[in-house]
């Protein structure tokens, strides 16, 4: 970055803070770095500052047109100082490296489309996608089908759980069935209380 931070956002209108001026540091030392990184090396100058701090700087530096936000298939946004180019990229399949490329053919030739459906076409962008030099000496082989285009990953396919209903089946409650009390008149086995019974009848009688 050949302009000092503070001198940029003056330049845009915008106010010179400590956050904007740790993420713009940060993007001139490391290019193509997503918010989380961006944040760690905010935190390196400034001590704190969340993660939502540095997304709503990026939003603040991105429509001023101080910083280019790209964004590679299966990658987070990344972003970077060098705008206003039409510049494309070329991004490594196996470890994500990414670095800038000049168009071939000069100024913004890609923005004069073959068929524009009636947009206003202001930026084209190109992505290469290919294997960088240090993934080949690691032995990264470029036509392996894990290195032959952006991944693509599938959703997982959850079936929903089929829940039963409980079935509730209702308590048959058989009514008590209550029988009355058969009263029995005692049984006297005993002889000899029969007899006494008898004597004192007869004594009553005389």
Not at 135 to 161: F, K, L, M, W, Y
Request: hydrophobic share 35%.
């Amino acid at each position: 970055m050949t302009t000092e931070p503070a001198a940029l956002l003056r330049g845009a209108g915008l106010r010179v803070t400590g956050p904007r001026v740790a993420v713009l540091t940060g993007l001139a030392d490391h290019p193509h770095s997503d918010a989380d990184r961006l944040g760690e090396l905010a935190r390196l100058s400034l001590g704190r500052i969340s993660t939502q701090a540095v997304y709503d700087v990026l939003r603040a530096l991105t429509g001023a047109g101080l910083v280019r936000r790209i964004e590679p298939a299966g990658s987070a946004a990344l972003y970077e100082l060098r705008v206003g180019d039409n510049h494309h990229h070329v991004v490594c399949r196996s470890c994500g490296t990414v670095a800038d490329v000049d168009c071939a053919v000069g100024e913004r030739p890609c923005l004069d489309a073959s068929e524009t459906h009636g947009f206003v076409i202001d930026e084209a962008e190109v992505v290469y996608w290919g294997t960088c030099p240090d993934c080949i000496t690691e032995g990264a082989d470029p036509r392996s089908p894990a290195v032959n285009g952006p991944e693509t990953s599938r959703p997982e396919t959850h079936q929903p759980a089929t829940i039963q209903p409980a079935t509730n089946h209702p308590a048959t409650n058989h009514p008590a069935t209550n029988h009355p009390a058969t009263n029995h008149p005692a049984t006297n086995s005993d002889p000899d209380l029969g007899a006494r019974a008898a004597r004192q009848e007869s004594n009553r009688r005389v």
